[in-house]
């Protein structure tokens, strides 16, 4: 069975830092494109930010320059770190997988979109 599970999310100040983890099995890890996306209530899923293969990563233009993502293949697992934070950055945050031999998925409907998805970390950020 293939998991995802993430972890880190908590209450920070606008300005803080948080970092996200996601550990992964029951999949080969090091095969698949791994993204987060995050999802604000009554607003749509919005990708943040994705881990080819190779650790190329790309970022949507509202987190460019404030996060970063980083794998570390050799322990299946996937970080978000999160800086400068905002208010609008408050929303539940997954962790996503698509196999690589599939299409980059950047512009998400749903979590359907991703061959395998968590059960989200809540994120939010509030003086």
């Known amino acids: 069975e293939v998991q995802l599970v993430e972890s880190g999310g908590g209450l920070v100040q606008p300005g803080g830092s948080l970092r996200l983890s996601c550990a992964a099995s029951?999949?080969?890890?090091?095969?698949?494109?791994m993204y987060w996306v995050r999802q604000s209530p009554g607003k749509g899923l919005e990708w943040i930010s994705t881990?080819?293969?190779?650790?190329?990563?790309y970022y949507s233009e509202s987190v460019e320059g404030r996060f970063t993502t980083s794998r570390n293949n050799a322990k299946n697992m996937l970080y978000l770190d999160l800086n400068a934070l905002k208010t609008e950055d408050t929303a539940m945050y997954y962790c996503?997988?698509?196999?690589?031999?599939?299409?980059?998925?950047?512009?998400?409907?749903?979590?359907?979109?991703?061959?395998?998805w968590g059960r989200g970390t809540q994120v939010t950020v509030s003086s």
């Open positions: 996503t997988a698509t196999r690589g031999d599939r299409p980059i998925v950047q512009a998400p409907l749903s979590l359907h979109d991703y061959d395998y």
């Open positions: 029951g999949l080969m890890f090091g095969v698949y494109v």
């Open positions: 881990a080819t293969r190779i650790s190329n990563t």
